[in-house]
């Protein structure tokens, strides 16, 4: 009977251990946030941000993703600078209020940056920086794994004058016949709208775009200027001051 008695106040032991372990394994009141910038699945250890490639508002992507599982709730985080330039860049980049959705895990969102709120338009162009993020504390989460706690932005801010835009050797086409005289605002201005860099220019291309060669046809280069010659008296239209160069000069195509 006795014998009975140990194995029943043992078994209620295990029993009372399994149920707490249990409880602890599914809690969801307080989970882990992994946050990384690359692809959805491939985290990279840092990810650029380069100002010179547009003349106002650009973005990067980043994930973030819960070790855990999904509730029945929307559940929010915010982003803040802890290291790195910050005085320098202070201003130049906008945190939100990020949210993975009810039912969901992961999440995926952008940072956005703003060349124009440069304090310093020099800033960044001789030297690289860095701007380091991570996760506000909360009450829905806490930091994740160590490698995937924070953001590393380095930040760029310089441009190289391709060297076709002047001269060219047939069969590639110079630049400038297309898009007139170069200036850096003017190159980044086509960088932010056309999402194209250093690309050549041939007239014997017989497809509009080669992307293998980053190459493109006399005809398409002129389909492209008439595209930024729109793009820019839109610009115009919606800024106080028609977009100039770094002289000063009034960009034109």
């Known amino acids: 009977m006795r014998r009975h008695i140990i194995m029943l106040a043992a078994f209620t032991a295990l029993a009372c251990s399994c149920t707490k372990e249990k409880v602890d394994l599914y ?63 202070e201003g130049s980049y906008e945190l939100g209020t990020y949210t993975i959705p009810a039912g969901e895990v992961q999440m995926k969102d952008t940072i956005f940056f703003d060349t124009s709120k440069l304090k310093n338009p020099s800033s960044f162009t001789v ?14 989460f806490v930091a994740g794994a160590e490698e995937l706690s924070q953001l ?50 041939s007239y014997t291309a017989v497809t509009p775009y080669d992307s293998q060669t980053n190459t493109i046809s006399y005809n398409y280069a002129s389909y492209l200027a008439d595209r930024m010659k729109q793009a820019l008296a839109e610009y115009n239209a919606t800024h106080d001051t028609p977009l100039t160069d770094e002289t000063g000069a009034l960009v034109t195509f």
């Open 27 to 89: 809690d969801v009141t307080l989970s882990a946030l992994n946050i990384w910038a690359g692809t959805e699945n491939i985290p990279v250890d840092s990810i650029t941000y380069n100002y010179s490639y547009t003349v106002d508002k650009g973005y990067i992507v980043f994930y973030a993703r819960v070790s855990g599982v999904p509730v029945d709730h929307d559940r929010t985080f915010s982003l803040e600078a802890v290291s790195g330039n910050l005085s320098e860049a």
């Open 152 to 201: 590393h932005i380095i930040l760029k801010n310089y441009l190289a004058k391709p060297d076709e835009w002047d001269s060219a050797i047939f069969p590639l086409m110079p630049y400038v016949r297309s898009f007139g005289e170069y200036s850096k605002v003017k190159y980044q201005f086509m960088i932010q709208t056309l999402g194209m860099r250093d690309f050549h220019i």
């Open 127 to 140: 030297n690289d920086g860095i701007l380091v993020l991570q996760m506000k504390p909360n009450d829905s």
